[in-house]
């Protein structure tokens, strides 16, 4: 007879440093274990996660081992489909959707369910491993060997997302099972979360003893390296079974608290199985990437010549490459611009050789006069969210460039000082020219984590560098 556990578990989400609004919610209870993070901006990515939350909440009881995933299945689709009905609602909500990674929780078995780029982690036997399956883009490239896990860190379009719940037909979660075994530390979190830290980061604050304060320094942490996205998490440790831990009321975090969900006009079934999912509505007309992330939809005629078929594929692949221009269109990035610091409108590379970029403006810093750290940055390219914030980063940029570059000079001026008998009399600078430098050097000097930044991120934040040459980051 299996051995029967508890979970003591604890619940976590904030906005961050950046966000002004959370766009991520979770739910835990002895049963279930989620983080959703919303996505869409002004489509209510809120909403989208906000919805995901609420089901599971809904859904939360006490199943056997055998019903564990197809439980999950089905919060999943019912969330889903709830997102459909939202959308066909209000068109205005089209383009939100959400990641979903959690748990059931039989008390002898967990049944995982998954999508998107939230991340579940376990930690057993000092050991930590990440149990989800990153449906991004970059991990598309790391699965095809064509970068590496450390490039994916600092690629233009980490932020790319191939699976979501967004109201579509074909979501196509990861669902697995895992046999808990006691003392077991098991983490649900946002990308806000792991993000911004090393595995090793995870695996040190994992095994601390409190669960509290595991909960307090992996947020701490998570600010600390920048903060850019909202922050949530939900931390279980498996023990031997309570009544308690057992009894202990569900939670609630994020969005799912400060969002209402509007009520839907027409009926559905909320039966508590896995539902069979309603016929997908007609996909509308987008003017983004959106349509490009998934593979077309099967047609609901059945065409009678080949000729309409290839016709049909043109157009999918016209209306295809047509999405990623526009989207490319409202997309900036920093990066090489013949040795000097340019930025740039579109998205690095070139499409079916058509290139999508075009530079819109050349500094005259040049890339050789930063601190190696940010000369490496540059020439991986630097993602910024629109033209004000690359102008912003770039006006960052030339203050280090400014200031490396006069320090150097004063080096080289120091190898080159005469002996002492052959200097020559100068006079001492006034209180005032002093001053004047100085200001002069706090200008070009950047002022990081000022609390009136744009509500943005950029690529500047601390990383940490791979070499002994530029153990620090702002080093000349």
Not at 19 to 40: I, T
Not at 81 to 89: A, F
Not at 184 to 206: N, P, Q, V
Request: aromatic share 6%.
């Amino acid at each position: 007879m299996m051995q029967a556990f508890s979970l003591d578990f604890r619940i976590h989400s904030e906005v961050g440093r950046v966000r002004k609004n959370n766009q991520d919610a979770a739910f835990a209870s002895p049963n279930l274990l989620l983080v959703a993070d919303g996505m869409g901006g002004a489509a209510a990515g809120d909403l989208a996660s906000a919805v995901a939350a609420r089901e599971a909440s809904d859904g939360d009881r006490r199943l056997g081992n055998e019903h564990l995933v197809e439980h999950m299945a089905g919060i999943m689709q019912r969330a889903n489909d709830k997102l459909s009905d939202l959308i066909e609602n209000d068109p205005e909500l089209d383009g939100m959707g959400t990641t979903f990674s959690g748990a059931a929780f039989s008390g002898t078995m967990l049944g995982i369910a998954h999508i998107g780029d939230s991340r579940g982690y376990l930690l057993r036997d000092g050991e930590l491993r990440q149990l989800t399956h990153d449906h991004s883009w970059v991990q598309s490239l790391i699965d095809e060997g064509r970068i590496t896990p450390e490039q994916a860190a600092t690629h233009p379009h980490r932020s790319l997302i191939l699976k979501v719940l967004n109201g579509s037909g074909d979501t196509e979660p990861d669902f697995f099972e895992l046999e808990p075994k006691e003392d077991d530390r098991l983490l649900f979190c946002s990308d806000g979360l792991s993000g911004l830290m090393t595995e090793a980061d995870l695996k040190r604050l994992m095994a601390l003893d409190d669960l509290d304060e595991c909960v307090s320094r992996l947020a701490a942490l998570a600010n600390e390296h920048g903060g850019h996205d909202n922050i949530s998490m939900v931390l279980a440790r498996v023990v031997p079974q309570d009544d308690a831990l057992d009894a202990a009321p569900s939670q609630l975090a994020g969005s799912a608290l400060e969002r209402t969900i509007p009520s839907i006009t027409r009926g559905e079934d909320k039966g508590q199985g896995y539902p069979e999912p309603e016929k997908p509505p007609e996909d509308p007309d987008h003017d983004s990437l959106e349509q490009a992330r998934y593979a077309p939809q099967e047609s609901k005629h059945r065409w009678p010549t080949a000729l309409a078929a290839i016709l049909a594929g043109v157009i999918v692949v016209g209306a295809a490459f047509w999405g990623v221009k526009v989207y490319s269109s409202t997309r900036y990035f920093i990066a090489d611009a013949d040795g000097q610091i340019g930025i740039y409108n579109g998205l690095p590379g070139a499409l079916l050789g058509y290139r999508m970029n075009q530079l819109i403006e050349r500094r005259n810093t040049l890339i050789s006069d930063l601190p190696v750290f940010y000369q490496r940055q540059v020439t991986n390219t630097i993602a910024v969210a629109d033209l004000q914030a690359a102008g912003e980063t770039a006006d960052v940029l030339d203050g280090y460039a400014t200031r490396c570059a006069a320090a150097r000079q004063q080096r080289r001026g120091a190898e080159a000082t005469p002996p002492p008998d052959s200097l020559p009399t100068v006079a001492l600078p006034t209180e005032t020219t002093a001053t004047t430098e100085t200001a002069a050097t706090a200008e070009a000097s950047p002022l990081p984590n000022s609390t009136e930044q744009a509500n943005y991120p950029t690529m500047l934040a601390p990383m940490t560098p791979t070499s002994t040459e530029e153990a620090n980051p702002e080093a000349c």
